[in-house]
């Protein structure tokens, strides 16, 4: 079946811009998580979803950062005035209910220049 | 959750098994030991899990020492797909949150 899919697989904008990032989970999960990892690193949790609701959010570094799931499945990350900083590849990841493996995206890779 | 130390990298040669260790010498009785790996330009991949007990599945083996402070993941006959960095994460078993990756291991299988 079809995996996590996140659109677009890579973004340029310019600082100061506004993205926006969409995850599309495996159907069915009911929790869905964003990372954010930078080069030589491993994946950051940013936040987690269980159904249309936050359950935790501590991951996000300000509230420049912000995400929704409206419907409790399709996600969007959105950045407000980019910073250069904030170039990385944007990681979102499913899991069915009950059930612990998160299966992973491929990334959507944001360059700020 | 506990925190995991990994060797930053290693080789293997193509074939053979490749061993990689993880110390969690902090690991509390409810976590369990987590394997993920990703290979270049992926997402993460799962491949194991367990709490105390050996486990093994089509992808890899995990065997946890009994004072459970070390784990290490088999890779019985290595490939050149293996080639990837490979995650140990210590966590509370469905606590539906986030995993801490750390900075991995970065295998590469050598022909």
């Known amino acids: 079946g079809a995996g996590v899919s996140q659109t677009p697989s890579n973004k340029v904008t310019e600082k100061g811009k506004y993205v926006e990032l969409r995850c599309d989970p495996i159907?069915?999960?009911?929790?869905l998580y964003w990372y954010r990892q930078s080069l030589g690193q491993g994946p950051e949790f940013l936040i987690y979803?269980?159904?249309?609701?936050?359950?935790?959010d501590s991951g996000l570094p300000n509230d420049r950062f912000f995400a929704v799931r409206p419907e409790g499945s399709v996600s969007t990350l959105k950045i407000q005035r980019t910073e250069r900083g904030d170039s990385a590849v944007y990681l979102c990841a499913s899991s069915p209910r009950g059930q612990e493996t998160q299966y992973f995206g491929p990334g959507t890779r944001l360059l700020v220049l | 959750d506990a925190k995991t130390t990994q060797p930053p990298s290693m080789d293997c040669a193509e074939g053979r098994a490749a061993n990689l260790p993880c110390n969690h010498s902090t690991i509390s009785g409810n976590e369990y030991v987590y394997w993920y790996r990703q290979i270049h330009s992926q997402g993460p991949q799962y491949i194991i899990h367990g709490l105390k007990n050996n486990e093994t599945n089509e992808m890899a083996s995990l065997i946890i020492t009994e004072d459970r402070k070390s784990s290490t993941l088999i890779l019985p006959h290595a490939t050149l797909r293996d080639t990837a960095v490979y995650y140990c994460?210590?966590?509370?078993?469905?606590?539906?949150?986030?995993?801490?990756f750390g900075t991995g291991t970065s295998l590469t299988v050598i022909p």
């Open positions: 994460i210590v966590r509370v078993f469905n606590t539906g949150n986030q995993f801490y």
């Open positions: 979803f269980q159904g249309t609701g936050a359950a935790d």
């Open positions: 159907s069915g999960h009911t929790a």
